[in-house]
Structures are given as C-alpha cells and as structure tokens.
C-alpha cells in the first residue's frame, strides 16, 4: 500500500538523521550509516531487526502504537513528527475522508490573528490555499499571480523565483509540505488536482516530487525580495488548532533593529488603510468605510441597549 511506502521512508529518514550520541551510544569506527543502524534501533526499541526492516521496506502494515511510541523515543521526535508518524501508520479511511473546497478559517487561529498587527501573519489549510491574511500579509503577497496558494505562487509564478530569495529552499520545502499530505490522505481530490497542475506546467516540481523527505520543518527563516519594500528576512512560527486539523497559523517576525524592520515599515505604508484588519478567502467585497462605521454604530447601540436593560 502506499501509505506503507511514506511509513517506511519517514522511519528510515528520521533514524539517518539520528546521531548516535543523541539515541545514548558511542560512536565507534567508522560508519556507512549517517545516523543509526537498522539493527541499533530495534534494539533500542525493544523489537526485533527483521521487524522494523519490514516496518522500512513497507511490508509491515500494523505497528502498534506501543512500538510506534518506542520509535519515536528512540529517534528523539518531538510531538508533531509523533503525531504525523501515527497518522502515516493508522490514516482514516477512505469513507471518513471528507474534503471541501475551500476551508473556512477556524475561529480559534482568528482570534490570534485579530490580535497580530504588527507583522504578517496569515492562516493557511492543509494544501496552503490562504484562508485568512492580515494588512501587512495583503501588503507582502500584493499584485503577485497565485498569491491565494503558497504552493502554486511557488512553483507556476515566474515572478516567485526572484520574491523569494531562497527560493530553491522554498521550494523544496513546498514539495516535502505537498508529499506529507500524500501520506496523510492518499485520495484527496483536491491535492491530486494540485499535483497534477504543478507537474503539468512545473519542471521543478516533478524534480523535486522524486525526494524522499517528508516532513518540512516548522520553523523556518524566510528572506523575500519586495518591488518596494526591498529585501525583508522574516521568522516564520506556524501554530495549529486541535479544533482545525490541517490548519495553520502562520506568524511572522522581524529582528529589531535591522533593516527588515525598515522595510516593514514601507509594507504599513503600502498596506490599504481601509481594508479589514482581516482578509477572509472568498469573502464578499470589503464594506465602504461609511457604512462599516455605520454598522459598528448600530451594533453598539444594540449592546449598549442589551446592558442597560440586564
């Protein structure tokens, strides 16, 4: 099955990337492996070599959380390389699947988002469509084609390679994002879709569609290339909602005093002051401001009404 196949090459990524030391053993003579040895974490997680080089090859296809939880000790991960590592081993099935079009942004991200105004700060679903941005965020992705997909403004945007100024990280690390969610849900139409656009017009991405890493990190340092705010190096946190799987929250910061923290202040200029403080995918037209005061007036009479006669 192919969600053996992504369990199989995450295990043996993840134990390549393990040095010994961090696992607890001394490293002796010369290695092959870059990190563990089959043989050293089978051990170290109480089950046997065959066993876990079955669980590699894909031909294993019911591990146990108790042996997935031993894995994941043994490979030092942390809670959402834990999480991932049970949802390639028990995906839901196929009929528990269900996918809309477009996300509506869940309330809890929202609510943070309403409160980061300083920098950008966006709220993205599992194929990266943008489902909520804020000023600066309109300010940043402004005027450039496919700005409503990340992973499309990447790969089917000329303009992307010169906006991002890493862009080859950039882009493999969309790449890692879009095998991830291959492993997670198999028969998603929407992400067969998404591939088969990008491998269509995208000679980078089937390239990179041939790695085998598949956790992107979740953090990052993006540096991008703005017409008019110039270079910008932003740190990237992304959050989630037990209440939205799929959905992040993506914040981002400058460092103070640098010139970054310049050009953000020539993205507050470039930002619409009459836009809303945030900007929902496929929402209708912004209101006039006249009649957005006028609403805000209403609703507060209202309220105003309600407390006096409580």
């Known amino acids: 099955m192919e969600r053996n196949r992504f369990l199989g090459e995450f295990l043996r990524a993840r134990r390549e990337a393990t040095p010994v030391e961090q696992a607890g053993l001394a490293r002796v003579g ?8 089959r043989e050293e974490v089978a051990v170290l997680a109480g089950i046997s070599t065959d066993y876990y080089s079955r669980l590699e090859q894909g031909r294993e296809r019911n591990p146990s959380d ?11 991960l942390d809670a959402e390389a834990v999480e991932y590592l ?24 929202l609510r943070v988002l309403r409160g980061w105004t ?14 909520a941005t804020n000023r600066l965020a309109d300010a940043l992705y402004a005027g450039l084609e496919c700005n409503d997909n990340l992973i499309r403004l990447v790969f089917l945007n000329p303009e992307a390679v010169h ?11 969309k790449a890692a994002h879009i095998r991830t969610v291959a492993a997670m849900g198999p028969q998603d139409p929407l992400l067969s879709q998404l591939v088969e656009e990008l491998a269509e017009h995208s000679e980078e991405f089937r390239r990179l569609q ?23 190096a932003f ?6 909602a037990r209440s939205a799987p799929g959905q992040q929250l993506v914040l981002m910061q400058v460092e103070p005093g640098s010139t970054s923290e310049l050009g953000l202040a020539t993205l507050w200029a470039l930002a619409d002051p009459d836009a809303n403080v945030i900007r929902l995918a496929q929402t209708p037209e912004p209101v006039p401001p006249a009649e957005a005061e006028a609403v805000t007036a209403a609703v507060t009479a209202a309220v105003s009404g309600l407390s006096d006669r409580g």
Request: net charge positive; aromatic share 10%; charged share 30%.
């Open 30 to 37: 010369h290695r092959r492996t870059p990190g563990l040895r």
């Open 66 to 76: 108790q042996v997935l939880g031993a894995l994941a000790r043994v490979m030092c």
């Open 163 to 173: 906006f991002y100024a890493d862009w080859e990280k950039t882009a493999y690390l």
């Open 210 to 232: 041939t790695q085998r890493d598949l956790r992107p990190r979740t953090t990052d340092t993006k540096r991008f290339r703005h017409r008019l705010a110039g270079e910008l």
């Open 118 to 131: 300083r920098t950008p700060g966006f709220i993205i679903d599992r194929w990266m469509n943008m489902l």
């Open 235 to 240: 740190e990237y946190d992304f959050y989630t």
């Open 86 to 109: 049970h949802a390639l081993a028990h995906p839901l099935p196929k009929g528990c699947r269900v996918v809309e079009h477009r996300e509506q942004a869940a309330p809890t991200l």
